[in-house]
Antibody
């Protein structure tokens, strides 16, 4: 079964850091682009970042560029999101997603992990 | 950035109804348009990719159409489990952007 399992969320003070992990199983992890999408409480979906499957390219939303870093360890089938200089507006449920391939779409989603930035 | 605008923002319908949700892009995105369903407290689920291709396992009452800037998601014969929020998404260029969502409620 194809599965994504996020971890690492929690309560953090403004200016703090947190690292999210996403453990993948049931597919050839290294072959697919992977992304993070977030959803603030009661709000819509916001794309955060993508790590390409083969070329190692990374992409970021302007709202997190310079503060968040996406990475992956293909030997561990795990995707990461290092989040620094956190702000209250980063409070959201963060979803890990698998790319469908070509054409691009997010065909598998994790259950999400909640990040709360508050003093 | 490409802005995605969905209409309506909310919609009331009955079981068995046919409903249509529209999504408009601020510039042409060819067919790089996906649709997702999100039930309360759950992760989104891919319904339609590339504007009109039905994702594996998704019931055939869901269909998508359009290209360029105007797209539609149609659900024929609404079922109780279809009452949820629907999002369109463009993947034509980064930043990837979503519509604001359409909440489908039971009348």
């Amino acid at each position: 079964e194809v599965q994504l399992l996020e971890s690492g969320g929690g309560l953090v003070q403004p200016g703090g850091s947190l690292r999210l992990s996403c453990a993948a199983s049931g597919f050839t992890f290294s072959s697919y682009a992977m992304s993070w999408v977030r959803q603030a409480p009661g709000k819509g979906l916001e794309w955060v970042s993508t790590f390409s499957g083969g070329g190692g390219r990374t992409y970021y939303a302007d709202s997190v560029k310079g503060r968040f870093t996406i990475s992956r360890d293909n030997s561990k089938n795990t995707l990461y999101l290092q989040m620094n200089s956190l702000r209250a507006e980063d409070t959201a449920t963060y979803y890990c997603t698998k790319d469908h391939g070509q054409p691009e779409a997010f065909d598998i989603w994790g259950q999400g992990t909640l990040v709360t930035v508050s003093s | 950035d490409i802005q995605m605008t969905q209409s309506p923002s909310s919609l009331s319908a009955s079981v068995g109804d046919r409903v249509t949700i529209t999504c408009r892009a601020s510039q042409s995105i060819s067919s790089y348009l996906n649709w997702y369903q999100q039930r309360p407290g759950k992760a989104p689920n891919l319904l339609i990719y590339a504007a009109s291709s039905l994702q594996s396992g998704v019931p055939s009452r869901f269909s998508g159409s359009g290209s360029g800037t105007d797209f539609t998601l149609t659900i024929t014969s609404l079922q109780p489990e279809d009452f949820a929020t629907y999002y369109c998404q463009q993947v034509y260029s980064t930043p990837i952007t979503f519509g604001q969502g359409t909440r489908l409620e039971i009348k």
